[in-house]
């Protein structure tokens, strides 16, 4: 329960920074999502099922304020924290080379696949900065991943989830 409630907590805190904080340091109107490198950096080291559920909830978050459709985030953020636990799953996760390029590279993917579904649904919105955003997550999780896995190291966060 401490680990559902400290995973919540910070989903919020990072989704609220997001949203406050984060658009004071962009730089050309592109900041960094701390909530996406967050669940990035988690999934990779935990795994796809935990990073499943955060990533569905971190982007039930971001849904509120996306105004073009709701569950998109979600959908996209699950797929994307799956991708990032089966890379954990097959690297050693000590070292940080490879969650930081997965965060660049699963912040690319997912705002591509935000524009396909967008375009598919009648939406059109520019490819422009998507690969900006990522370079920028990637430095977030530079500073990040390593906080992260030792969190994830932690006694209570170490209780697997019993079904």
């Not at 690319?108 to 935000?114: A, E, N, P, R």
Request: glycine fraction near 8%; charged fraction near 10%.
């Amino acid at each position: 329960m401490k680990k559902v409630l400290i995973l919540f907590l910070l989903s919020i805190i990072f989704f609220i920074m997001d949203n406050v904080l984060m658009p004071f340091f962009s730089i050309k109107t592109i900041y960094p999502s701390l909530l996406l490198t967050f669940m990035v950096c988690y999934s990779v080291a935990n795994g796809k099922w935990e990073g499943l559920w955060l990533g569905v909830f971190g982007g039930m978050l971001q849904d509120i304020y996306f105004i073009n459709g709701f569950g998109l985030n979600a959908l996209t953020n699950m797929i994307i924290c799956i991708i990032a636990g089966v890379i954990g799953d097959n690297i050693f996760k000590e070292k940080s080379l490879i969650p930081v390029a997965s965060c660049f590279a699963l912040s690319v993917f997912k705002g591509v696949l935000l524009i396909l579904i967008l375009y598919l649904c009648g939406i059109h919105s520019s490819l422009s900065d998507i690969f900006f955003t990522g370079i920028y997550n990637m430095i977030i999780g530079v500073i990040m991943y390593k906080k992260v896995y030792r969190f994830c190291q932690k006694d209570y966060m170490q209780i697997r989830w019993k079904f």
